[in-house]
T-cell receptor
Framework: DGGITQSPKYLFRKEGQNVTLSCEQN?????MYWYRQDPGQGLRLIYY???????QKGDIAEGYSVSREKKESFPLTVTSAQKNPTAFYLC?????????????FGPGTRLTVT | DAKTTQPPSMDCAEGRAANLPCNHS???????VYWYRQIHSQGPQYIIH?????ETNEMASLIITEDRKSSTLILPHATLRDTAVYYC????????????WGAGTKLIIKP
């Protein structure tokens, strides 16, 4: 089945540690995205990538880093510089061209930092 | 900031039509209206989108007013599984592909 996978579903880390969240898609989509969601709020864009080896900062990129070495993969690293990393993280992908850019989302990773 | 305004919550009886309003009074001519929903603790799911004509698919119908300043998402026969947060988003097709998300409407379907 085609789709987006994120792992793990739940992740616990100690403050001061970097942690990498996985995102893989087999939809052959060019664009991939990382969002953060806090309780009761909408999604906020962290980073997005339209092509391999290129990515752009979203609204809340500080304290995060990404890489896009393969079309299928867009891992997100939450660094110790992120002041409030506990959140629900969502990865998405979409096509780039045409008149419809619906984004397909993974199941999310819930990160808790103590 | 999100360019849409939605009520924070709504109830609907199971089997009835759920009508979710969205105000987007500052929408530009090249901006589409998108609807997504998010069931608790899952990733959002695309529902439908439109520019100015009404649209229908297997999930829902989208009614956009003639002045395009508001729209309504209609779930024709709501089921308990339709309980979710519904997001209305406007975005231009020549944007950098970003979606600006508001807080959405929490729709609760009651038996």
């Amino acid at each position: 089945d085609g789709g987006i996978t994120q792992s793990p579903k739940y992740l616990f880390r100690k403050e001061g540690q970097n942690v990498t969240l996985s995102c893989e898609q087999n939809l052959n989509h060019d664009a991939m995205y990382w969002y953060r969601q806090d309780p009761g709020q909408g999604l906020r864009l962290i980073y997005y990538s339209q092509i391999v080896n290129d990515f752009q900062k979203g609204d809340i990129a500080e304290g995060y880093s990404v890489s896009r070495e393969k079309k299928e993969s867009f891992p997100l690293t939450v660094t110790s510089a992120q002041k409030n990393p506990t959140a629900f993280y969502l990865c998405a992908s979409s096509i780039l061209y045409g008149n419809s850019y619906e984004q397909y989302f993974g199941p999310g990773t819930r990160l808790t930092v103590t | 900031d999100a360019k849409t305004t939605q009520p924070p919550s709504m109830d609907c009886a199971e089997g009835r039509a759920a009508n979710l309003p969205c105000n987007h009074s500052t929408i530009s001519g090249n901006e589409y209206v998108y609807w997504y929903r998010q069931i608790h603790s899952q990733g959002p799911q695309y529902i439908i989108h439109g520019l100015k004509n009404n649209e229908t698919n297997e999930m829902a119908s989208l009614i956009i007013t003639e002045d395009r300043k508001s729209s309504t998402l209609i779930l024709p026969h709501a089921t308990l599984r339709d309980t979710a947060v519904y997001y209305c988003i406007v975005r231009a097709m020549d944007s950098n592909y970003q979606l600006i998300w508001g807080a959405g409407t929490k729709l609760i379907i009651k038996p």
